[in-house]
């Protein structure tokens, strides 16, 4: 846990698609001090960028790019487990 975890949206196409939306177990992502969007040198590729990546953060997450002929999406589903540790101690 912690950390900077980055996911890149990329659209391809003609004409270029523009990245339009980003979404967290389907709906709209809240940008907030810990989550930021960054924008590629086009307007077809952004990065979201996750500072101190925890638990919290862990989910579908789907961009979304649309151009004059239509539009579409690409998900990826970030899984994991919390390990909690016990130590006696002597």
């Not at 960054?38 to 151009?67: D, P, W």
Request: hydrophobic share 30%; glycine share 12%.
């Amino acid at each position: 846990m912690g950390g900077v975890t980055s996911l890149t949206c990329l659209g391809d196409g003609i004409p270029l698609p523009r990245v339009t939306s980003w979404k967290r177990n389907s709906k709209p992502l809240p940008i907030d001090s810990g989550l930021q969007i960054k924008r590629g040198k086009t307007a077809h590729q952004e990065q979201l960028v996750i500072n101190n990546f925890g638990m919290e953060h862990l989910g579908l997450y789907e961009c979304s790019v649309t151009n004059k002929l239509g539009s579409s999406s690409c998900a990826m589903n970030i899984r994991g487990n919390y390990c909690k540790w016990h130590f006696d101690v002597m």
